[in-house]
């Protein structure tokens, strides 16, 4: 008897040829067939990945892409359900289509509800979603610091079979660049060992790439190089066998330190300081050395990567100098030497402050430019093809900063902003841009952005959310719909004009009893209603047992409660500092054991799931390295870019610690927790002594904990339904006040 598996491809070759002869499934009014090409392979691998109990019910099959653009269409009946798409990826977009408005389960980033999935998929209805912007970008030049820079190969082929479900077409990849600068820097009088102790430490080399920084947790070891560009090869490749094109990190200038002594006829620009660290130099782009940097550098970049169509970079990138250099003459020289390289490629740029410069605009080719624009829902009284002279540009969010764990995100914004930008008159508006620092923690605001590049008109956003809640944990639930509706007018209805985030944890923040943020740039103050968090996880908790078994389910349980308790930093905080400047010592004490027993509970919820976990991110970071001492420095690169962020300049007089703050198990109880007991403590000493509160060196005592070797749990444990109860029947609107709490009805300072 054969296999299921084999007679699965027998079915798929007989609807190939059928539909081959027939014209094909599906076809809109008028239109004719498109032409069938290859099998897309790397797409039923992909499927295979992501379905494997229901892989074989899908026949995927690729067309020629017309003059109009990517589209997919879904055809079939119960069981056999048909893709067709014009790349590998796009078909890929084609089967969450199906999945998330037929079969009603959803694939999240993270969170799945496909094990609600019936032993006979359903049959699709018959549609055809063309895309209605050419680039679909991704990730930011954060993402490998933020995301993870030891993450495994098999976390990013993760990475990218979510990003191709989501119809992402363009991923800037930055795993390797080390390598290129590596090779091609000891052509211009530079050893191997220099090198080395130029390149700062994976988690760090993201601003590095962008000038910001060097040397920092290095150097690396001349295997960790090899690895890394090992990765980013196969990275790149993946993403070509997808359809999907490698955006990679293109030359503009940077230089390591004494470059003009080696070379007399390569001018450099100091480029001053950046928050704390010193910048590397810029390269004078008129010089006659700058091309042939730049030839040095695409050359080993296209040995070591392939080409690609796409390549990013930033000039003076946050505040760097020109110097006596024309931006003019610095841009065309940048794409002078990248149309050299590589002839007809477009240089990315970020929508950043005052980045791009209309100057360097002005100098170059627009039709070989994209800028990816970080601030499309940030502010209001934007008009892009006035900026930026109109120039190509994709609508970006950057919804997350350094990773914080915050839920929220301005989506009401995009529902209505990106339409309109993209359908007014001569509209430059040529693609979207999903640019949080770290990707993989808030799985709606992926999905609704993602999916507006295949949508044309205005998204309801009431009505979006409310099919959201119908699929994410595999059937419609009454209490999954009221959750998702109170999430979406509190957190994820914030509006633009200042933030494009929500308000970090006042828990993760360097102790002190006037913090309002945790990261130096986050939100002051709540941007949504807390209470329409807490009311979600009421509703939540009340979600038929039958759909709790969802990864989703829990995932997201664990998220809101976490952050109802985030919430409860923003109120508890004052309170604390209120008693303690009356000087009433039992009030205080109360109040900070609250504090205390909230940080204790959130540990103990975090633990309960595999995302919230500290001990992974650091397992991975070990796992690269070959010796005691390479393990200790991937170590303290991990530990430090989510605390301290960087040496004590850049940490305190920068205002980088803990930018990249997250609430996750480990971090919170050996590091949040143990900071605020000691700060706590010291103010409890003061007001019993009458004397100030002895100081404390924070980054002395952050580096110290960077530097430990504690290992941490990778599993789950405990049961987070029972700890998100423990959450919501510990707020103040569902408990009896604890003592020296205010009741409702009584007003205290």
């Not at 408005?101 to 359903?122: E, N, Q």
């Not at 110097?323 to 929508?351: R, Y």
């Not at 909230?598 to 650091?618: H, I, K, N, Q, V």
Request: with cysteine.
């Amino acid at each position: 008897m054969r296999s299921l598996r084999s007679w699965a491809c027998v079915h798929a070759t007989v609807l190939a040829l059928a539909a081959t002869l027939l014209g094909g499934p599906f076809a809109p009014p008028g239109a004719t067939a498109a032409p069938r090409v290859s099998a897309p392979g790397p797409a039923v691998s992909a499927l295979a990945r992501l379905l494997p109990t229901h892989a074989a019910q899908f026949t995927l099959v690729q067309v020629v892409r017309p003059a109009s653009g990517d589209y997919f269409t879904l055809s079939g009946d119960a069981g056999r359900v048909r893709v067709e798409g014009t790349t590998p990826a796009v078909i890929l977009s084609g089967v969450n289509w199906y999945l998330k408005h037929t079969a009603r389960v959803d694939i999240g980033w993270p969170g799945s509800s496909t094990s609600m999935l019936p032993a006979t998929l359903p049959a699709p209805v018959p549609v055809r979603k063309d895309a209605s912007v050419p680039h679909r970008f991704a990730l930011n030049d954060t993402d490998d610091g933020y995301s993870g820079a030891y993450r495994t190969w098999a976390d990013y082929e993760r990475q990218i079979d979510l990003l191709a479900l989501g119809g992402v077409n363009e991923v800037f990849v930055q795993m390797g660049a080390d390598a290129v600068y590596h090779a091609a820097f000891q052509e211009f009088g530079y050893s191997e060992e220099e090198m080395r102790a130029w390149i700062p430490g994976p988690a760090h080399q993201p601003w590095w790439l962008m000038q910001n920084l060097s040397g920092f947790a290095g150097p690396e070891s001349q295997r960790l190089l090899g690895q890394r560009a090992a990765l980013g090869r196969r990275i790149a490749d993946r993403l070509r066998s997808l359809g999907m094109a490698p955006v990679l990190p293109g030359y503009f200038g940077t230089v390591p330190p004494g470059f003009t002594a080696r070379n007399p006829a390569g001018p450099v620009v100091p480029q001053g300081r950046w928050v704390g660290f010193d910048r590397p130099d810029w390269l004078d782009p008129r010089s006659t050395v700058f091309p042939e940097v730049a030839a040095a550098f695409y050359r080993h970049q296209r040995r070591l990567f392939g080409a690609s169509t796409l390549y990013k970079m930033d000039l003076l990138h946050e505040g760097g100098r020109a110097g006596d250099v024309p931006l003019e003459a610095a841009g065309k020289a940048v794409m002078d030497a990248l149309q050299t390289a590589h002839p007809g490629a477009t240089w990315v740029l970020l929508g950043w402050q005052n980045n791009p410069s209309p100057q360097i605009i002005d100098a170059v080719d627009k039709s070989r430019l994209l800028i990816v624009d970080g601030l499309s829902d940030r502010y209001d009284g934007l008009d892009r093809e006035a900026a930026w002279h109109g120039a190509p540009y994709a609508f970006g969010t950057i919804p997350n900063f350094g990773g914080h764990t915050s839920v929220g995100a301005n989506t009401a914004v995009w529902a209505t902003r990106f339409d309109a930008w993209r359908s007014k008159p001569d509209s430059a508006l040529k693609g979207i841009a999903y640019l949080p620092e770290a990707t993989g923690g808030n799985p709606v605001a992926y999905e609704l952005f993602t999916e507006l590049a295949w949508r044309t008109g205005p998204l309801d956003h009431r009505a979006w959310f409310a099919g959201y809640a119908g699929r994410r944990y595999g059937a419609a639930d009454p209490h999954a719909a009221a959750a998702w509706e109170l999430l979406r007018t509190g957190p994820y209805s914030t509006p633009s004009g200042t933030w494009s985030e929500s308000q970090d944890s006042l828990f993760t923040a360097r102790p002190r009893l006037t913090a309002v943020t945790s990261a130096k740039w986050s939100p002051p103050s709540m941007r949504y209603d807390a209470a329409t968090v807490r009311q979600a996880l009421t509703e939540l908790l009340r979600v038929a047992p039958e759909l709790r078994s969802t990864d989703a389910y829990r995932f997201d349980l664990v998220d809101v409660a976490r952050q109802a308790l985030a919430n409860r930093s923003r109120t508890l905080l004052p309170r604390i500092k209120a008693a303690y400047d009356a000087g009433d010592l039992a009030l205080f004490r109360a109040r900070a054991a609250e504090w205390k027993e909230d940080l204790a509970l959130l540990e103990r919820l975090l633990a309960t799931d595999t995302r919230f976990l500290l001990g992974p991110w650091l397992e991975e970071a070990r796992s690269w390295g070959a010796t005691e001492a390479e393990r200790a420095a991937a170590e303290f690169d991990a530990r430090s870019i989510l605390t301290s962020w960087g040496h004590r300049s850049g940490s305190d007089t920068g205002g980088l610690h803990d930018y990249a703050n997250r609430e996750w198990s480990g971090l919170v109880a050996d590091f949040y927790a143990v900071r605020w007991t000691m700060y706590l403590d010291s103010l409890d000493t003061a007001l019993v002594t009458g004397q100030p509160p002895v100081p404390i060196d924070w980054y002395a005592w952050e580096s110290a904990w960077n530097g430990q070797r504690t290992t941490y749990p990778v599993t789950p444990s405990g049961d987070p339904v029972a700890l998100a109860t423990e959450v919501r029947d510990s707020l103040p609107t569902a408990r009896s006040p604890r003592p020296g709490q205010a009741r409702p009805w009584q007003v205290r300072p």
